[in-house]
């Protein structure tokens, strides 16, 4: 399956007043946003110390541990491209996805580049602090703390109209992550930007989306 290589312009028509208002809700900090530049550069150039297996996931991600003079993180780097399952994948989704939420101020998705591993060209991407998954959250009954009701429920739709910017439709309870203080972090975009007529005909979500929601 082809892919375009750009959005068409009628997404950001409808989406770009939607995250006008971004900033009182943006899911990183002021200083974590400050700080991206320092991590683009850490993830291109930081020895890589040594590496696992996830575990979870189906394109097989791989959680490598960095280190560069006394900083020490983690990442995660994927290389999936092509059909897997029937799925279109491709690893450098996950750099387009960092960039356009960069670009239109979201500050959901974690920093992302490209860099080799093994030989073999990848995305790597910065290991976002978070506290649990909403998989986590709803299989362990785990209750949001009334004060951040409102904000969580913001969010939720907030990743929904992100996932139709980006014709993301492999959102899972997995991949939607929250910090300790109830701040949404959106992860896995190795299948998003499709471009196929169904997706650029319909919307993910909403009264006539693709996917359909009790809320």
């Known amino acids: 399956m082809r892919r375009s290589n750009s959005i068409p312009a009628t997404f950001f028509l409808v989406f770009i007043p939607i995250f ?7 899911q990183f900090t002021a200083e974590e ?3 991206r530049p320092f991590w683009e550069e850490f993830l291109k150039t930081a020895e890589i110390v040594r590496f696992e297996e996830i575990g979870e996931g189906v394109t097989k991600p791989l959680k490598l541990y960095l280190q560069k003079a006394d900083v020490q993180s983690k990442a995660c780097w994927k290389n999936p491209s092509g059909l897997r399952d029937g799925f279109q994948e491709g690893w450098q989704y996950e750099i387009a996805a960092y960039r356009l939420d960069k670009l239109i101020g979201l500050n959901m998705v974690p ?5 080799d591993f093994n030989g073999k060209p990848g995305a790597l991407v910065y290991w976002a602090t978070s506290e649990r998954s909403l998989l986590k959250v709803m299989e362990e009954k785990i209750q949001i ?3 951040a009701l409102e904000h969580t429920d913001n969010m939720k739709y907030l990743a929904r109209a992100w996932d ?3 014709a993301n439709d492999d959102r899972t309870q997995q991949n939607v992550l ?3 203080d109830w701040r949404m972090i959106a992860i896995d975009h190795s299948q998003a930007f499709r471009s196929s007529k169904e997706y650029t005909e319909n919307l993910i979500f909403g009264r006539n989306g693709l996917k359909r929601t009790a809320d």
């Open 178 to 180: 929250y910090t300790k």
């Open 164 to 166: 139709c910017l980006v």
């Open 111 to 115: 920093p992302a580049v490209e860099r």
């Open 145 to 147: 703390p009334e004060s």
């Open 20 to 26: 006008s208002v971004l900033p009182a809700r943006a």
């Open 33 to 35: 946003i400050a700080q």
